[in-house]
């Protein structure tokens, strides 16, 4: 009986550490993956921010390219207003100068009217008198000629004159003609402007609303990035020591995680399968178990990189590194430099990118790294 009872009590105290292992397995899962999810939304909050920002900055260039062509329209306008002026000042001459010939077509038509009346008023009376009054026959056709070159020049006169008046109302008529072409061109203008001062004005206010939603999704996607720094602390101080106490391999902020993102250089939806960890060119990098190095060199898109098989089916890998502490075959211990972060193979800028395999699985190395 008393066999039993430690029997159950074996078992009860099993289960209950069992249980145990549970809930702090789950916690940590539970803070790692919130922190996951919180820096996912913080890079999606980042991507949507930036995105804002660009069209933003593409409407300002519309904005500008409309002012600038406002302020186009506008120096049009003051130098269409001056040529209309011009054109004005000299229509108004031309009107001055076709009133007067005007005057002068008409008293040359009243006076040769008044001659030709004076003249023929009898018929040939005007003749006997001009015969009557003659005291020669020589005086008589001096007369006659006289009253011919009278009449000659009057009417050659007034010929000249109806010409002058004709070409004067020609450019007269010209004149209103250009005159009626430059304010219509200033209305074009004008409906321009108006045109330019809208598109100025609505390219504006876009920009301002999306530079506006830019800054309220940056500052979300901080508070995002701050509650997921806040979640990977809780997260690392549950993190679990039973599988090997493995250390962090590089000192620096975490700038990609583990999961689905959109590939940084090829700009495709790709599986990320560890962490990039941002630090300048030649910060040490440290193993994060001890083990024994199995690869040391230049290994396709990771660049230079270093695996160190730590026991149990556990490798960790080391990529985009300057340079190697150790070589392959070398025993390190946990904590020790065995590398320098770089920037090498499909990198776009000093860091290190860490992972973690169980045989030819990768692993979260969040869940084991503390």
Request: proline share 2%; with cysteine; charged share 25%.
């Amino acid at each position: 009986m008393r066999m039993m009872r430690n029997q159950r009590k074996l078992r009860r105290g099993l289960s209950l550490l069992l249980c145990g292992i549970l809930v702090f397995a789950s916690a940590v899962s539970v803070y790692g993956g919130k922190a996951a999810e919180a820096k996912k939304e913080a890079n999606a909050k980042q991507q949507q921010s930036e995105e804002a920002s660009r069209q933003a900055e593409e409407a300002g260039k519309k904005a500008d390219a409309a002012e600038d062509k406002l302020e186009e329209a506008v120096t049009a306008i003051e130098k269409k207003q001056t040529e209309i002026a011009t054109a004005e000042a000299k229509l108004a001459k031309t009107k001055k100068k076709l009133t007067k010939k005007q005057a002068q077509v008409k008293k040359q038509e009243k006076n040769l009217n008044s001659r030709l009346v004076a003249m023929y008023k009898t018929g040939t009376v005007g003749y006997v008198d001009v015969i009557l009054n003659s005291n020669s026959i020589d005086e008589l056709i001096t007369n006659m000629s006289m009253v011919q070159k009278l009449l000659h020049s009057d009417q050659s006169l007034l010929r000249k004159l109806r010409v002058e008046y004709k070409k004067i109302n020609k450019l007269k008529k010209q004149q209103e003609a250009e005159e009626a072409k430059l304010v219509q061109e200033k209305k074009d203008l004008e409906a321009l402007k108006e045109k330019y001062k809208d598109q100025a004005g609505a390219y504006r206010k876009q920009q301002e609303n999306l530079q506006s939603q830019a800054e309220s999704l940056a500052a979300e996607a901080r508070r995002k990035q701050a509650e997921a720094e806040r979640l990977l602390q809780k997260h690392n101080k549950k993190a679990p020591t039973n599988s090997g106490g493995y250390v962090w391999p590089c000192d620096g902020p975490l700038t990609s995680y583990y999961g689905w993102r959109t590939h940084p250089i090829f700009g495709t939806r790709t599986y990320h399968s560890g962490y990039d960890i941002a630090a300048s060119t030649g910060t040490p990098v440290y193993a994060a178990g001890s083990g024994v190095v199995t690869m040391a060199a230049t290994y396709g898109g990771y660049g230079n990189c270093m695996q160190i098989y730590i026991g149990n089916g556990y490798t960790t890998l080391y990529g985009h590194l300057s340079g190697f502490a150790v070589s392959r075959g070398a025993y390190v211990k946990k904590g020790q430099v065995v590398a320098y972060v770089g920037s090498t193979g499909w990198s776009t800028g000093p860091h290190l990118h860490f992972e973690l395999h169980r045989g030819r699985e990768y692993i979260n190395p969040i869940y084991y790294v503390a």
